[in-house]
C-alpha cells in the first residue's frame, strides 16, 4: 500500500507492445527518489527492464510492428491499471498512449502502408 505522498508523485512506465498486443509494461523508477537514495545511503531503486533490451527485439522482429512508449501518468494508476485498459479495449489504449505518450521506438504500420 502507498502512502499519501507516493501516491500523488506522478508516475512514468514504458510500455511495449505488437500487433499480436501489449508485451510488456515496466515502472521507470523516479529520479528523485533516486537523489535522496543515493543521498541517505539507502538502496537505490532500479527498473526490472531494460529498454534497450526492448528496442533490439523490436528492431530485430520487424514482422510484428514493434511499439515502444513512455507515458506518464498519475501517482494512484498502476501497471494493473494499464494492463487491463489493454484487455477492455487494446485499440483505444494504444492510441492514447501514442496521443499521450513520449514515442521510444515505433515500426508501426498504417492503414496506407497496408498492400490492399
Given at each position: 500500500?502507498?502512502?499519501?505522498?507516493?501516491?500523488?508523485?506522478?508516475?512514468?512506465?514504458?510500455?511495449?507492445?505488437?500487433?499480436?498486443?501489449?508485451?510488456?509494461?515496466g515502472?521507470?523508477?523516479?529520479?528523485?527518489l533516486?537523489?535522496?537514495?543515493?543521498?541517505?545511503?539507502?538502496?537505490?531503486?532500479?527498473?526490472?527492464?531494460?529498454?534497450?533490451?526492448?528496442?533490439?527485439?523490436?528492431?530485430?522482429?520487424?514482422?510484428?510492428?514493434?511499439?515502444?512508449?513512455?507515458?506518464?501518468?498519475?501517482?494512484s494508476?498502476?501497471?494493473?491499471?494499464?494492463?487491463?485498459?489493454?484487455?477492455?479495449?487494446?485499440?483505444?489504449?494504444?492510441?492514447?498512449?501514442?496521443?499521450?505518450?513520449?514515442?521510444?521506438?515505433?515500426?508501426?504500420?498504417?492503414?496506407?502502408?497496408?498492400?490492399?
Amino acid at each position: 500500500m502507498m502512502d499519501d505522498d507516493e501516491e500523488s508523485r506522478p508516475r512514468t512506465f514504458c510500455v511495449m507492445w505488437d500487433c499480436n498486443g501489449l508485451e510488456a509494461i515496466g515502472e521507470v523508477a523516479d529520479p528523485a527518489l533516486k537523489t535522496w537514495a543515493i543521498l541517505a545511503n539507502k538502496p537505490v531503486p532500479r527498473e526490472d527492464f531494460n529498454v534497450f533490451h526492448w528496442k533490439l527485439r523490436a528492431q530485430y522482429n520487424t514482422q510484428r510492428h514493434y511499439e515502444i512508449y513512455a507515458i506518464g501518468v498519475d501517482g494512484s494508476i498502476t501497471q494493473e491499471d494499464i494492463v487491463d485498459m489493454f484487455r477492455t479495449d487494446a485499440q483505444y489504449a494504444a492510441d492514447l498512449i501514442r496521443t499521450r505518450g513520449e514515442k521510444i521506438y515505433s515500426d508501426r504500420r498504417t492503414r496506407k502502408d497496408a498492400i490492399t
